[in-house]
């Protein structure tokens, strides 16, 4: 996803009367590889407290609720 972000991409479907080589895309596997994609990938941290006064619980409460979460 965040290769794809520097591109401007329109996605238009196709049904596959329209699309010859449908079948053949959908089933065409890339053999698998060790390249790395990103090679500059930086991570930038967020700290709440600094830029988001909180009071200590309820940064407790966050800090629950993000470990509560699946998705988090």
């Known amino acids: ?5 520097q591109y401007d991409l329109n996605v238009k ?8 080589v449908a079948d053949a895309l959908s089933t065409s ?3 698998e590889t060790t390249e790395t994609l990103i ?5 930038n ?3 709440l407290t600094v830029h ?6 309820k940064y ?4 629950k609720a ?7």
């Open 1 to 5: 996803m965040l290769t794809l972000q």
């Open 13 to 20: 479907y196709l049904p596959s009367s329209e699309l010859s």
């Open 29 to 31: 596997y890339l053999q």
């Open 39 to 43: 090679p500059h990938f930086e991570v």
């Open 45 to 47: 941290e967020v700290q």
């Open 52 to 57: 988001l006064p909180i009071s200590p619980q």
């Open 60 to 63: 407790a409460e966050f800090q």
């Open 66 to 72: 993000t470990a509560d979460d699946p998705a988090m």
